[in-house]
């Protein structure tokens, strides 16, 4: 097959993804295809792919642009089948905001959360409502942008007064915040792939400075992980049933990893989802499939061939 | 059940290693890179200025004079034409010394790491101006130092307190400044403050290591002697080519007591044996002759065209309570916004707009710095830099209004 591994683009996230990217053309090429890596933040990507048409995108691009619908939505415009979750799911799942609300209506449970628009604050005075965000998730809270990955913009409240700095920061990257609660407990990483989608072992994260933050996910080291995670068998379960879940609620396809949190009665908080998981040597969904004997290949291969043909 | 190392080493490596991490903020500049970004963050030389035939022309000449020689290892301290040559070099900003007491090191960069290594045990005390130059922090830090910081206003470094905090009792192993222009605060050490500096050093016994990158890109005004001429005694100097003519040959160098270059070239030959002799003779050959100092001259014009451009643009469009410095010479300004900004915080929102600084954090060792940046006007291009100060202005004028909104 001609496959065109999609990796790197404008985001912050381009070096790892690059570095995704890379892993996967080398799975590709063991499989045998015939593959080649585009990265469109170098290459224009509609006019590279119209000179030399793949049968097939694998999207390795993280962040904005990559998995927030807008590739997707070209792909579709060029008739190109890719991995992954359809462009409208991806916009839904990419957008924390409207992802936490999707879950909520299934029944999935997420952390209790508002969001905060930065358009409210400036035009409409939102900012005399601060207090009621506290109010609903108590303390400590997380802040997040609601629109951007990696854990950048990321910021934990302890104290009333230091929302709304950490909301500006989040702000930077995004056009909205959520403050959610935040669970204590375990982290978790759910990897699902195929069609229909399944579970590769859990893996648990343990960040040794205590917070899974930017630094944390990228450099080797900072991070224990344990596949499948050292939980009782009835967290597994329940962890792999709200990931299910959660993808059902949210369309998910093909490919995907569920972040979240077993506090301490063991039960899981769904915090977000990605859909174009991470697939360098530090990431969670190789790390989870290995655990169940999948090669990095093994896995490519499953998430290509959940590929809806094209037409 | 299997851990998973995904550094299957991470338990061996030294504790000098720990602070070295994966960062937001370099994740940020890997987009700040890309074309579209009007980058103010690196201090990229204008290298353009160099004419192509001029630096053919040293090339040609080192392979006909000294044929494979120069593709050849050296000693350690570096090739004596090239040492003979930098005297004239220091000349020029009246240091003077003897080619014995220079060693030639890969950029002054080496020239700080091989400091550190010779100096500092791990918990030593050691005085560094504050914001100081980011690269001789990463440098010194790997070496495990206690840091003594010395603010730095419109003068350079506050003397005084350094002064104070000797009288306390603290005994840095050394005082780290730039005090030309200095990176990041672009601001000078003033006459008194060198003398000051200079004799409370000498009578307390502590090295002073004078970094001067930038000493020869003086726009305007008298230029002040170094530390190194008011004592040659007590002062480590370090010098680059790298602003001079360029920082891709790796030329840079340390100029000492005889005590101390012993072991500067014993670190330096444990570090990577000898410098390239190739690019040393490059050099050396490219500072013979006139034809550098019109070359000069350019840079600095260009560079004061490119400062003019960024002041008067920050004038313009940088909201009240922001302050700035004002240089005279070198690449920065350095910037100090009111104190609820987060620079660090605000730079996805800038890379988005399509402009790019260093937040102020990375220039002190104890994460202080945050309302603070360093604006590089070296590189873009004149209209560039006033676009590029456009952007940040709106930046900073919506953060301010989103600020005012959070505190009602």
Redesign the interface.
Known sequence: MNVAVLAGG???????SLRSGHRVLTAMQELGHDAWLIDP?ETPLAESLQEREPDVCYLALHGKEGEDGTVQRLLDLLQIPYTGTAAFDCEVAFDKILAKDALARADVPTPPWVAIE?WA??DL????A?GKAIEHVGLPCVVKPSRSG?A??VGTVEREADL??A???A???SGAAVVETRIDGTEVAIGLVGTPLETVPV?EIVPKGGVYD??A????????????A?VEDEVTAACTGASLRAAEALGLRGVTRVDAIVDAHGDPWVLEVNVCPGMT??SLLP?GA??AGMSLADLCDRILRSVPSRG | ???????R??DL?AHRTSG?????VR??F??AS?PEVVSLAGGMPYVQAIPEEDVLEVVRQVLDEHGTSSLQYGGGQGHPALRERLLALMAEEGVEADAEDVVVTTGAQQALDLTGKIFIDAGDLIAVEAPAYVGALTAFSAYEPRYLQIDVDEDGMKVDQLEEALVRGERPKFVYTCPNFGNPAGVTLSYPRREQLVSLCREASIPIIEDNPYGMLRFEGEPLPCLRTLDPENVIYLGTVSKVFSPGVRVGWALAEQSVVQRLVLAKEAADLCGSAFTMLVTERYLAGDRWRGNLETLVETYRRRRDAMLEAIEEHFPDGAMWTLPAGGFYVWVTLPE?F?TQ?????A?ERRVAYVPGTAFYPDGRGKHQMRLAFCYPTEDRIREGIARLGSLLE??E????????
């Open positions: 404008r985001t912050p996230e381009r070096d790892v933040g930065g604050l400036r005075g939102a900012g005399v601060l990696s950048l913009g709304p700095a909301v500006m920061a702000l930077s990257f893996v930017y630094a996910r990228y450099t080797a080291g900072a991070t224990e992980y344990f596949a499948p050292r040597e530090t790390m290995h655990a | 059940m299997a851990e998973f190392s995904i550094d080493f991470v490596y070295m991490s994966a960062s937001e994740a940020l890997a987009v890309r609820w987060d915080a605000m730079l996805a929102a890379v919506d953060e209004q989103l600020y005012r909104s959070l505190h009602p």
